[in-house]
């Protein structure tokens, strides 16, 4: 198996939509595809891909407008944490909080309720339950690749002040995912550039903190 990450750029608040891909089978699973639908069909047919499900980190409304229109396209199974329930169900009234369209409002297909690996063909996922950001954020891991979100950004880390959002909680999942991730896996995050655990451990000002607090442990 030979693993590739595409990605595009979708909507207003450019949420990167991924496309994971098994380069000798041509198929595919997309993670989080955001508010542009058609970028992300042109992305999966560009790269001749057979998609085979949809997997969410949280159900933020930027990263779930395109799931929708996938989901009928190609009739695919869409995965979420059983605790986004809350979050997805509020999907049509945050787009008019922030004067969006608004989509239809997805079915979800399997709700994730603990950290058992996901398959899809040859593909097969690591979970890592990371909420604090949201109440059922999830992390994906396949090989050296780590799809985290909106938990962690290079040089940041996601907010808690939005509804389901906990301060607390969110640091317990940002160390578990530094006791737990390798450091020189690359970490494809919900908005802006890649980065990994090791160099956020050495320059995030967030995991400083908690960094100082593992090595006080060993």
Known sequence: MSIQVHSV?????????????????????????????????????????TPLAILNTHAHLDHIGAVATLKKMWDLPF???????????????????????????????????????????TMTFTLLFTPGHTPGGTTYIIEDHVFVGDTLFKGSIGRTDLPGGNWEILNKSLLKMME????????????GPDTTMKM?????????????????TI
């Open 200 to 216: 956020e451990r050495i320059e995030n000002p967030f995991l400083i903190p908690i960094e100082k607090q593992l090595n006080s």
């Open 79 to 121: 995965y979420l944490h059983k605790n986004e329930s809350m979050v997805l169900d509020t999907y049509e009234e945050t787009c008019r909080f922030f004067n969006m369209t608004s989509g239809e409002t997805p079915k979800v297909d399997f709700w994730i309720d603990d950290e058992d690996p996901l398959t899809f063909g």
């Open 9 to 49: 750029i979708t909507g207003p608040f450019q949420e990167n939509s991924y496309l994971i891909m098994d380069t000798i089978t041509n198929e595919g699973v997309c993670v989080d595809p955001g508010d542009d639908a058609p970028a992300i069909i042109s992305m999966i047919y560009n790269y001749d891909c």
């Open 180 to 191: 737990t991730i390798s450091p020189d896996f690359t970490l494809h995050s919900g908005h």
